[in-house]
């Protein structure tokens, strides 16, 4: 299980994920901040922003500005989540690399999430796929394939069914989020083959979050099930207004940790990321910031241990 | 990597090394009733007290008196930590079932811990071996296997001779500690694997703290390199006096809902295990209590889904 020369992405969604959570609005400036501290601690790949009604999602009314100035940074791939048409038709404008729809495969989170059906959801995503043809990346972001606390079980042929209407809706990737903090590794496991089954290479990141603990053990399983993109917050904020007690992503700190001392290559710099977590608490003072690396350290001999191994 | 009708046993230690690491004293009522409580969990397996001088660790006076009330508990293993061959003495005359004795392999872990170079510890060991032939189980507790925070880098080598040791002297049981919170997942199954090959079956049972936040994640690959017995604290109450930055042994409320998820059988009610906080709540008040499970809850249709996977 050990690949000591692999990479794996880290994708940092903070900048989405995080603050949707929060009902605080972190100014532009704050973001582009977080977004220069992120890019100097050698993450490569962000989701800035999403392109929702400023009437429903204040805190991403700054979408626009915010890519703009990820698109400055040289070699960062920028992504941005669209819940429906117009915002893909937004995103696309604005010069994103990759846009992330969220198609729900538990019927009533979809209705509370984007209030359209799955079905209705792929019908607006296969719009979205023409549009953004040869602009942007395309990815399909099963959301609640771990569990749902609407609906409760999800079964696995709907999520075969679902993710065989979004490739042929176009997506250029599957990416499978545990959108309400339910996932176990077991099931990660399975769940994972069974896409790869119908997706093959197109599915490529998963994306968890640690409501009940479990956030690194079923990354752990992700990679040893050939997941190589994973997403995560820094200070796990975050979290998905839509699914009650579905609190904070994977802290980033921590999978970068885990990632490197298992021999991954990351291109991440832990202090400088751990650093990065200062300008949350200025721009977001009182704000609950998680992480166990920021507050235990690095341990000392980390890089020795790596070679002598 | 599943095995749906395996069992996992897990064994609380709290009471000792939970207990062991706050300044303030439970007192023997409030041990007995949690004692009670983890039983009615359908806790088998628990690490009640260690037998060393009331003046060093005030929090441990009263091991006589709590291993006498655990012994009442049917089907309840009893295990206490001894430090010493006189603190083994007073153990095997408690009428416990098994001792654990720190061996560590980090030089400068051991002089702080227990006074004692590993070498001289191993001598006592082999003492405390023959004092408890026929009448408990003995248990080498190797510490310090993942990482020292004194010592910095703890070789493969030495844990491989200590292992060896430890044997020699009487064992009959091998336990790996992360006592300083530093073990990382390759790490893990390398060094499982590097003991197994010299303690065979010997090697059961395995000790993480979650410092790092990979608790789970270690236990995970410690799983998959056949590791069934588990260490952990209720409310992940625990670390090491002698370990700086070594806060908080493995949640096991966390564990047991992460083992039952993945289909293994370990006896607990995970409701009334969460339920058992409340001794906690009751009898430390004011006292940072940890854990994931306890704040999300149980899924609602956590059984469920594992009917219909």
Request: hydrophobic share 40%; glycine share 10%; proline share 4%.
């Given at each position: 299980m050990n690949h000591p020369t692999e990479r794996v992405i880290v994708t940092e969604v903070g900048m989405r994920?995080?603050?949707?959570?929060?009902?605080?609005?972190?100014?532009?400036d704050d973001k582009k901040r977080w977004i220069d501290a992120a890019w100097e601690a050698g993450i490569r790949s962000m989701e800035v922003a999403s392109f929702v009604p400023a009437k429903l999602l204040p805190q991403m009314a700054d979408a626009e500005a915010v890519i703009a100035h990820a698109l400055t940074l040289e070699g960062l791939v920028v992504t941005a989540l669209v819940?429906?048409?117009?915002?893909?038709?937004?995103?696309?404008?604005?010069?994103?690399?990759?846009?992330?729809?969220?198609?729900?495969?538990?019927?009533?989170?979809?209705?509370?999430?984007?209030?359209?059906?799955?079905?209705?959801?792929?019908?607006?995503?296969?719009?979205?796929?023409?549009?953004?043809?040869?602009?942007?990346?395309?990815?399909?972001?099963?959301?609640?394939?771990?569990?749902?606390?609407?609906?409760?079980?999800?079964?696995?042929?709907?999520?075969?069914h679902i993710t065989r209407q979004a490739l042929e809706a176009g997506a250029d990737v599957v990416a499978l989020g545990d959108t309400t903090g339910q996932?176990?590794?077991?099931?990660?496991?399975?769940?994972?083959?069974?896409?790869r089954g119908i997706a093959g290479h197109r599915l490529r990141s998963v994306h968890f979050h640690d409501t009940r603990g479990l956030g690194l053990a079923n990354t752990l399983i992700a990679l040893q099930h050939g997941i190589r993109e994973l997403d995560s917050s820094l200070a796990g904020l975050g979290g998905c207004p839509h699914a009650p007690g579905a609190t904070g992503n994977v802290n980033t700190e921590d999978l970068v940790f885990m990632l490197q001392s298992m021999g991954y290559e990351t291109g991440i710099d832990m202090e400088k990321l751990i650093a990065s977590r200062s300008v949350l608490e200025q721009?977001?003072?009182?704000?609950?910031?998680?992480?166990?690396?920021?507050?235990?350290?690095?341990?000392?001999?980390?890089?020795?241990?790596?070679?002598?191994r």
């Amino acid at each position: 299980m050990n690949h000591p020369t692999e990479r794996v992405i880290v994708t940092e969604v903070g900048m989405r994920d995080g603050l949707q959570s929060i009902s605080r609005i972190m100014s532009t400036d704050d973001k582009k901040r977080w977004i220069d501290a992120a890019w100097e601690a050698g993450i490569r790949s962000m989701e800035v922003a999403s392109f929702v009604p400023a009437k429903l999602l204040p805190q991403m009314a700054d979408a626009e500005a915010v890519i703009a100035h990820a698109l400055t940074l040289e070699g960062l791939v920028v992504t941005a989540l669209v819940p429906n048409v117009k915002g893909a038709q937004r995103a696309i404008e604005s010069g994103v690399h990759r846009i992330v729809a969220p198609i729900s495969v538990s019927v009533a989170h979809s209705l509370s999430n984007v209030r359209k059906t799955p079905e209705e959801m792929l019908g607006a995503f296969a719009e979205m796929c023409s549009l953004a043809k040869g602009h942007a990346e395309t990815i399909a972001g099963l959301s609640t394939v771990f569990g749902c606390t609407l609906q409760g079980n999800v079964p696995y042929d709907d999520i075969g069914h679902i993710t065989r209407q979004a490739l042929e809706a176009g997506a250029d990737v599957v990416a499978l989020g545990d959108t309400t903090g339910q996932a176990t590794p077991r099931q990660v496991g399975e769940i994972i083959d069974l896409v790869r089954g119908i997706a093959g290479h197109r599915l490529r990141s998963v994306h968890f979050h640690d409501t009940r603990g479990l956030g690194l053990a079923n990354t752990l399983i992700a990679l040893q099930h050939g997941i190589r993109e994973l997403d995560s917050s820094l200070a796990g904020l975050g979290g998905c207004p839509h699914a009650p007690g579905a609190t904070g992503n994977v802290n980033t700190e921590d999978l970068v940790f885990m990632l490197q001392s298992m021999g991954y290559e990351t291109g991440i710099d832990m202090e400088k990321l751990i650093a990065s977590r200062s300008v949350l608490e200025q721009a977001l003072p009182g704000e609950l910031l998680y992480g166990y690396l920021a507050r235990a350290g690095v341990p000392s001999q980390f890089h020795e241990s790596k070679v002598t191994r």
